[in-house]
């Protein structure tokens, strides 16, 4: 079975940093997607940053000079480290997982979900 666990959100202040923390399992390492997404209440789930084969990420505009997604391999871990946070930023944030058919920015897309992690920013 596959299982993503996501962790490290919490409150912090307006600028500050914070990182979380996807641990996979059950997720086969072949053609396979990481990202993370995040979702305001009444809004739509929107990707935030995603890291497949070949080391390839991709960072949505927003917050590509403040985000980065990184991978543990050994770990089987997907890491986002957030820097210079905004009230805008305060989010679920969801680890998700897309074994094979390539990179995609739509939801349905992404068959693997955890149950998501809060991020709270206050100004």
């Known amino acids: 079975q596959v299982q993503l666990v996501e962790s490290g959100g919490g409150s912090v202040q307006a600028g500050g940093s914070l990182e979380l923390s996807c641990a996979a399992n059950?997720?086969?390492?072949?053609?396979?997607?990481m990202g993370w997404f995040r979702q305001v209440l009444g809004k739509e789930r929107e990707v935030v940053a995603t890291?497949?084969?070949?080391?390839?990420?991709y960072v949505a505009d927003p917050v590509k000079d403040r985000f980065t997604i990184s991978e543990d391999n050994a770990k089987n871990t997907v890491d986002l480290q957030m820097t210079s946070l905004t009230p805008e930023d305060t989010a679920m944030y969801y680890c998700?997982?897309?074994?094979?058919?390539?990179?995609?920015?739509?939801?349905?897309?992404?068959?693997?979900w955890g149950q998501g992690t809060q991020v709270t920013v206050s100004s």
């Open positions: 890291i497949c084969p070949g080391n390839t990420r």
């Open positions: 059950g997720v086969t390492s072949s053609k396979r997607c």
């Open positions: 998700a997982a897309r074994p094979g058919g390539g990179w995609s920015a739509a939801e349905s897309a992404w068959p693997y």
